[in-house]
């Protein structure tokens, strides 16, 4: 009998954790033939999720937990769960129940026809509020442009990775993970399904705009150069119009056609100055991705743990 393990990153989620559980096994329920478990990671919540999490494993031997020592962030917690299952393949989903668990059937389904990772995209919902829509669209439009790895537009981390996968995936040592960029750069065969996110069942979500556009750098970075080639070409831009514009003005002194003036001066001024600024901004943080990797700290600390089989 293969074994799924179900890896499932919690952060103050203490109202969704019973819910998720009833829905999850309502679907596992369906796929008599399998051996399940469930692996939920508390990310140093600090409500009463790990509470909830460590009454349903009392009650039922499928569900593990792993508890951080402290909120290392949603990538980290996932690569904390993928670490340590030690399933026949891993299904990795969000504890908010956006993530419908009956695609977990379809999945598995395509995971044993032969497909090493199946990840889902979303279908956009048109009664998402317009900023949002606009927003993730954009972003998969910057993305696909700067970076080298593509994505699918509405890729999400509610994914199947089979057991080849995700031990190369285990591999990975970075610090600044970008999962959905990593999987998509590993290759293997995979397939995409779509799906209608369903409504958050319960609290805020934890993605703020700060930690949207914090992810968006990330992916970026991580998989491209393109911001810095992309400062060359600007630099290399203004040089050569310099080089007309310089010989105008010098002829324009010598003959006596300037005249004083401070608007084009002061425009001129702050448009280079803010160039200037974002071209530093970008060599920041690809400066800052290196000194992070050199320091090579450990991803995460698990402070206590149901689940020893990997632990180390």
Same mark, same amino acid.
């Given at each position: ?65 792993? $508890?951080?020592?402290? *909120? #290392? ?7 904390? @769960? &993928?670490?340590?299952?030690? /399933? ?78 995700? $031990?190369?995936?285990? *591999? #990975? ?7 959905? @960029? &990593?999987?998509?750069?590993? /290759? ?83 448009? #280079? ?7 530093? @901004? ?31």
């Amino acid at each position: 009998m293969k074994k799924v393990s179900i890896v499932i990153p919690a952060f103050n989620e203490a109202s969704n954790i019973g819910k998720l559980y009833s829905e999850l096994f309502r679907t596992l329920s369906l796929l008599p033939n399998y051996q399940f478990e469930i692996i939920f990671v508390d990310d140093g919540s600090s409500d009463l999720t790990l509470k909830a999490i460590t009454d349903l494993a009392s009650t039922d031997p499928r569900v593990f937990y792993i $508890e951080l020592s402290r *909120n #290392f962030g949603h990538q980290a917690a996932l690569k904390a @769960g &993928l670490d340590v299952a030690d /399933g026949d393949c891993v299904i990795t989903m969000d504890s908010d129940l956006q993530h419908p668990p009956e695609m977990i059937v379809e999945m598995i389904e395509a995971w044993e026809s032969g497909f090493d990772i199946v990840f889902t995209k979303r279908i956009e919902d048109n009664q998402l509020p317009l900023f949002k829509r606009m927003t993730s669209k954009l972003y998969y439009f910057i993305y696909n442009r700067l970076s080298d790895v593509k994505l699918e537009t509405g890729a999400a981390d509610f994914r199947l990775m089979g057991r080849n996968a995700r $031990e190369a995936f285990s *591999n #990975f040592t970075e610090r600044d993970l970008f999962i959905r @960029g &990593l999987v998509t750069w590993s /290759g293997f065969r995979q397939k995409a399904i779509s799906y209608v996110a369903n409504e958050r069942y319960s609290g805020k979500t934890k993605y703020s705009v700060y930690k949207m556009i914090s992810l968006a750098l990330k992916g970026i970075t991580s998989f491209s150069t393109r911001p810095l080639k992309l400062i060359a070409y600007i630099g290399i831009f203004f040089f050569l119009i310099s080089l007309v514009l310089v010989p105008y003005v010098l002829i324009s002194y010598l003959y006596g056609h300037t005249t004083e003036g401070w608007t084009s001066l002061i425009t001129t001024v702050f448009f #280079f100055g803010s160039l200037q600024l974002l071209m530093l @901004g970008i060599i920041s943080v690809y400066l800052g991705k290196i000194v992070i990797e050199s320091k090579n700290r450990p991803l995460y600390f698990i402070r206590n743990s149901s689940y020893p089989p990997k632990i180390k």
